[in-house]
């Protein structure tokens, strides 16, 4: 299914009743079907706030904002697994499968494919009490995957976990990709992660919240984050971070 998504106009203002916070103005973006962009920012800048938005869990904005079409498949991974924590690691993906519908033979053995692919067969049976919290994520991971989504909205998905599992999770986020494109948001503080998977890297500054440079990430695949033309790029986004000064950086 195609999947685009549009951001045109967006400001998003918070209000404690006393005084008032800016998080995000002028936000106007758009992301065409199957692509994978990163979004990487100092802390405070409105990242998440973006990705709220996207996720549809925040609607109390200004301007324009859609997901096209309305009816398309969206999961969310964000820095907590938000797991269920009375069930298994595999009942917390079964659970969504049967919810829409899946037949629970069939959802197990979906879960158990997520499972594998995530690296923690031998955990599908215990609870998230009994993992670590880098394991936890990775359930999460799986479970988001488990609906095979058109929008795949990822905060800080990674930062959790050690740089082994890390880095097997990006190769195989990557794979996923190759074999059905989907489009992708991925929020990260990380900036050689965000070149390393993205093919555009949007970096915002604040405050209020802005985009600074949109850099297109042509690198051909399979990458390594040593590549120099990558610390290249990497080094590129820092700049702009750095400065905060606005511009746009064309394919």
Not at 56 to 74: H, K, M, S
């Amino acid at each position: 299914m195609s999947a685009r998504i549009v951001f045109d106009g967006i400001r998003r203002e918070f209000n404690n009743g006393r005084d008032s916070t800016v998080a995000i103005s002028n936000i106007d973006l758009t992301f065409e079907p199957g692509s994978f962009a990163a979004i990487v920012g100092p802390s405070g800048c409105g990242k998440s706030t973006l990705l709220h938005i996207a996720a549809g869990l925040d609607t109390r904005y200004q301007g324009y904002f859609a997901r096209e079409p309305a009816n398309a498949v969206l999961a969310c991974l964000f820095q907590q697994p938000r797991l269920l924590l009375w069930q298994t690691a595999r009942k917390n993906i079964t659970v969504i499968l049967e919810a829409r519908g899946m037949p629970s033979r069939a959802a197990r053995q979906r879960a158990d494919e997520m499972l594998e692919l995530v690296g923690l067969s031998a955990a599908a049976d215990k609870f998230p009490s009994q993992l670590s919290g880098g394991m936890q994520q990775r359930v999460a991971l799986a479970r988001a995957l488990s609906v095979d989504p058109d929008f795949l909205l990822m905060d800080e998905p990674f930062s959790a976990l050690d740089e082994l599992t890390a880095a097997r999770l990006r190769d195989e986020l990557v794979a996923l990709c190759l074999r059905k494109p989907r489009t992708i948001l991925f929020v990260t503080h990380n900036i050689q992660e965000a070149c390393y998977l993205a093919e555009r890297v949007v970096v915002m500054g604040g405050h209020p919240g802005r985009i600074v440079a949109d850099i297109a990430m042509d690198l051909p695949r399979p990458r390594r984050l040593d590549d120099p033309a990558l610390v290249a790029r990497a080094a590129e986004v820092r700049s702009f971070i750095d400065r905060g000064e606005v511009a746009t950086v064309a394919a």
